[in-house]
């Protein structure tokens, strides 16, 4: 078992050097991103990702030059030839190489890189106690549904979340909390559960998908896509990140204050176990 790449389609040692200093992705960030779970050995909810990643290609004008079945097949490979069984499978996309200009090089071709590697299982305690967060300025571009390779604001906000000692930053931007600076965010409230509606100023998480879409309406709990100030998380009985990495997380404590009565709540509960047992089902783990 051993962490791989894969380069515009063909297998490397992630200690290779293989991309070019001019590559647009190194230089400018010019380029898009997505991140999948590997569970027994089995890609989880891949075909969303991809159709996210296409998505984000188009909005920056990259085009597409693999198909959705050649990523998959990659995906595959990357797996079968690593031997990872858990795990977490990164891949971007840049504009291509070409000598540094800002407006598009002509006849450019976008260059693929993926790498595999082991990815435990998520903190256990965390799971069963939940996580403190801190809330940060978002201060980022206006253009947050596409997961492009700038994440400074990310990197710089999870950066002050880690230094306060909590899991994650969440961003608050006009008075609204947004998301974390890796993850969707939710509070409960009588029993709703407030999420930040879709749009641009979000990045439409996958999880966030799933929980909405699948495990929400299985359970009968109702969500709500719509903003909320921060001062409406004091009235919050739950609140919970999701992300592919930072699967249904339980926040019990908000820059310092306690949520609800600081325990993990039974709507979070239930939408944990439900994300485990989709899991479960999909990648067939026992
Ligand atoms: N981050 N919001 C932001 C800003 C994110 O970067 C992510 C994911 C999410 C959750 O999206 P999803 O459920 O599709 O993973 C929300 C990835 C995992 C990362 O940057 O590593």
């Known amino acids: 078992m051993k962490s791989l ?5 063909n297998l490397v040692d992630l200690d290779e050097n ?33 159709e996210r990643l296409y998505r984000s290609l188009r909005a920056i004008r990259i085009p597409a030059t693999y198909t959705f079945e050649e990523l998959v097949e990659f995906h595959e490979l990357l797996i079968e030839k690593s031997g990872i069984v858990e795990g977490a499978i990164y891949l971007q996309i840049t504009r291509g190489v070409a000598p540094r200009i800002h407006s598009f090089p002509e006849q450019v071709v976008p260059c693929l890189t993926m790498s595999i590697r082991p990815a435990g299982k998520v903190n256990k305690e965390l799971w069963e106690k939940g996580v403190k967060v801190t809330l940060i300025p978002d201060e980022r571009w206006l ?28 961003m608050v931007r006009d008075r609204h909390v947004t998301e974390g600076t890796s993850s969707n965010f939710f509070v409960v409230k009588d029993d709703v559960v407030w999420t930040y509606p879709a749009s641009p100023l979000i990045l439409k998480g996958i999880t966030r998908t799933i929980v909405m879409d699948q495990l929400a309406k299985e359970l009968g709990i109702t969500i709500l896509e719509k903003a909320f100030e921060t001062s409406f998380i004091k009235d919050a009985s739950e609140a919970f990140l999701s992300g592919t990495s930072t699967e249904i997380m339980p926040v019990t404590m908000i820059n310092g204050n306690k949520v609800g009565d600081g325990e993990v709540g039974p709507i979070t509960r239930k939408l944990q176990m439900a994300y485990t047992r989709l899991i479960d089902e ?3 783990r026992k």
Do not use: W
Request: aromatic content about 8%; overall charge negative.
């Open 5 to 9: 790449g894969l380069i515009n389609g």
């Open 143 to 170: 253009r947050c549904d596409i997961k492009s390779l700038n994440l400074l604001p990310n990197i710089l906000g999870k950066q002050q979340a880690k230094e306060a000692g909590c899991y994650e930053g969440v």
């Open 282 to 284: 999909e990648c067939e």
């Open 18 to 50: 293989v991309i070019s200093m001019e590559d647009r992705g190194h230089q400018f960030g010019d380029g898009v991103y997505e991140v999948t779970k590997v569970y027994n050995g089995r890609c989880f909810a891949l075909k969303p990702h991809l």
